[in-house]
Antibody, heavy 121, light 114 residues
C-alpha cells in the first residue's frame, strides 16, 4: 500500500537548520508530486510548498521562499524538506503529503505521520 | 491567497444526532470549464495526520462511511455527519485546491460529544 514514512523528532536552536525526510513506498515515486504542510501546536494547517519527484520543479509558498529547500532522491524514493534560520514560531509538526493523482496537484492524500520540530534555546 | 473560513470553531453534538460544519472561501473555487468545486474535507484525530474524507466538494473517499457528506458550490460549503458516532470526535478541515500552488486550509472545527 502507499506509505509515506517521515524521520523522527528534532530539537533545534534558533538560527539553526532542520532537514526532514519522507520515505515513499508502494507507488511509482517519480509520477507524483510531494507537498509539505506544517501545523503549529493547537493550530491549523499551512501549506509550505510542492516538489515534482519527476524533475525536481518546485513551488514554494511566498512566506517560506528563500528559507526552504525541497529536494528528492529517486534512488531511495525519499523527499526532503530543509528549513533554515529557524525561529521559535517554526515549532510545529511538519507533514509530507502526496498529490492524489499522477501529474495532478489537487487535494493531498496520503499524508506522512508527521515530524515534530521544536525550536528552543 | 484564497482565505478559507470555517464555522463554528467547535460544536458538541449528541450521539446519533447531526453535525454540520461550514466552510466559506473568499473567492469562488468552482472551475467553470469542468463544473467542479476544488474543495476537500479532512478529519484529524489527536496525534494523527489529516485523513481525506471528501474531494470535489461532494465525492466521498473510498472507505469513508456514508454518514459523511459534502455539499455546496462556489464559495459556500458544508460537511455533514448525519448520525454522530463516538469515533467521529475529531477536528475537521476544509482545503481549497483551486489555486494549485497556493493551497489553503480552513482553521478547523472541533467536534465533540454532548
Amino acid at each position: 500500500q502507499v506509505q509515506l514514512v517521515q524521520s523522527g523528532p528534532e530539537v533545534k536552536k534558533p538560527g539553526a537548520s532542520v532537514k526532514v525526510s519522507c520515505k515513499a513506498s508502494g507507488y511509482p515515486f517519480t509520477r507524483y508530486g510531494i507537498n509539505w504542510v506544517r501545523q503549529a501546536p493547537g493550530q491549523g494547517l499551512e501549506w509550505m510548498g510542492w516538489i515534482s519527484a519527476d524533475n525536481d520543479n518546485t513551488n514554494y509558498a511566498p512566506k517560506f521562499q528563500g528559507r526552504v529547500t525541497m529536494t528528492t532522491d529517486t534512488s531511495t524514493t525519499t523527499a526532503y524538506m530543509e528549513l533554515r534560520s529557524l525561529r521559535s514560531d517554526d515549532t510545529a509538526i511538519y507533514y509530507c503529503a502526496r498529490d492524489p493523482i499522477a501529474g495532478m496537484h489537487l487535494w493531498l492524500d496520503p499524508w506522512g505521520q508527521g515530524t515534530l520540530v521544536t525550536v528552543s534555546s | 491567497d484564497i482565505v478559507m473560513t470555517q464555522s463554528p470553531d467547535s460544536l458538541a453534538v449528541s450521539l446519533g444526532e447531526r453535525a454540520t460544519i461550514n466552510c466559506k472561501s473568499s473567492q469562488s473555487v468552482l472551475y467553470r470549464s469542468n463544473n467542479k468545486n476544488y474543495l476537500a474535507w479532512f478529519q484529524q484525530k489527536p496525534r494523527q495526520p489529516p485523513k481525506l474524507l471528501i474531494y470535489w466538494a461532494s465525492t466521498r473517499e473510498s472507505g469513508v462511511p456514508d454518514r459523511f457528506s459534502g455539499n455546496g458550490s462556489g464559495t459556500d460549503f458544508t460537511l455533514t455527519i448525519s448520525s454522530l458516532q463516538a469515533e467521529d470526535v475529531a477536528v475537521y478541515f476544509c482545503q481549497q485546491y483551486y489555486t494549485a500552488f497556493s493551497l489553503t486550509f480552513g482553521g478547523g472545527t472541533k467536534v465533540n460529544i454532548k
